[in-house]
């Protein structure tokens, strides 16, 4: 019983929570990106469909680590997180383009398939994967103090 009370210890109290949820955000645009290209590429329904659940994926997860990065700011960081500011900006970002590429993707399935929305749609994915990149590179910075 008392390594299970060390374990929820630690996550719970030593552990910064942000860094538990923040792969997420990262790897799920990124995927996204990938998803839609093969579905270009291959003209695969399927794959769109993939591409479709990772962002909508991709736009929970981001709000899951945008609150615990706060938490994490406020708790870890005493209220002085470097690049904050930065941080802040791109996870809303992120948050606004993958909510509103899903949204527009349940309202329209054949985003990908219209020629007059298929560049936008996919510079989305890009877009989404580019900002994730960045947040990334953000976050260790903030972590290995670069």
Known sequence: MDVISQ???????LHPWHT????????LPSVAA???LLALWRRSELFEQFAYINIVLAAISTAVAGLTGIR????????DTPY?????????SLLLLTTVMAVSRRRNPDLLW???????YVAGFGASFCLAAVLGFFGGAILYGI
């Open 34 to 36: 990938l998803f839609i």
């Open 114 to 120: 219209n020629p007059s929305t298929v560049l936008l």
């Open 72 to 79: 994490d700011h406020f708790v870890r960081f005493d209220g």
């Open 20 to 27: 538990l949820v923040v792969h997420f955000s990262v790897a």
């Open 7 to 13: 374990v929820v210890n630690a996550l719970v109290y």
């Open 84 to 92: 904050i500011s930065v941080k802040i900006f791109l996870g809303v």
